[in-house]
C-alpha cells in the first residue's frame, strides 16, 4: 500500500512538473523521484527505529498512524470547539485569533494523542513522549 502510494506521489510530483513533456520523460523522472524517495523514506525509518527504541518495524508504522489520525482530527475536534466559545476572526484580532486558534489546537492534540496512542496499542510510547513534549513547554512540575 505505501509503495502504491509513493509511486503515485513521485508520478505526481513528476508530471506538476514536467507537464509539457512526453509522457516518457515524466515516467522516467517519476521513477527517478520514485527511487530517491524511497531511500530517504527508508532512511528515517532505520534512524527513528533507533531514536524511538521499538522491536518492530510495525510498530514504527503504527505510531505514524497515530500521528496522522491525531493531527487531522485534532483540528475536527478543536474548530467546532473554538466556534462553540465564540471565537472568531471577525471579534477578535487577526494575530490573537491564530494564537487562541493554535494553543487550543495544541491542548486538543495533547489529549488525543496519548488517546489515540492508547487505542493502537502504544500508550508507553506517546505517554513518554507526551512527558518529554511538555517537559519542554515548561509544565514538568504538572506531570510529577
Given at each position: ?28 523522472a517519476s521513477a527517478l523521484i520514485f ?68 494553543v487550543i489546537g495544541l491542548i486538543f ?36
Open positions: 500500500m505505501g509503495i502504491l502510494g509513493l509511486a503515485y506521489s513521485s508520478f505526481k510530483l513528476a508530471n506538476a512538473f514536467l507537464k509539457d513533456y512526453q509522457i516518457w520523460i515524466v515516467l522516467a527511487f530517491i524517495l524511497l531511500k530517504f523514506i527508508l532512511f528515517l525509518f532505520k534512524k527513528l527505529e533507533t531514536r524511538w527504541v521499538v522491536e518492530y518495524r510495525w510498530e514504527l508504522i503504527r505510531i505514524f498512524i497515530v500521528f496522522a489520525i491525531t493531527g487531522t482530527s485534532s483540528l475536527f475536534v478543536g474548530r467546532p470547539i473554538i466556534k462553540l466559545i465564540g471565537i472568531t476572526q471577525e471579534n477578535l484580532n487577526v494575530v490573537v485569533y491564530w494564537v487562541l486558534y493554535i492534540y495533547q489529549i488525543l494523542l496519548v488517546s489515540i496512542g492508547w487505542l493502537f496499542g502504544q500508550f508507553k510510547f506517546f505517554w513518554e513522549f507526551e512527558k518529554k513534549m511538555l517537559s519542554r513547554f515548561g509544565l514538568k512540575r504538572f506531570l510529577d
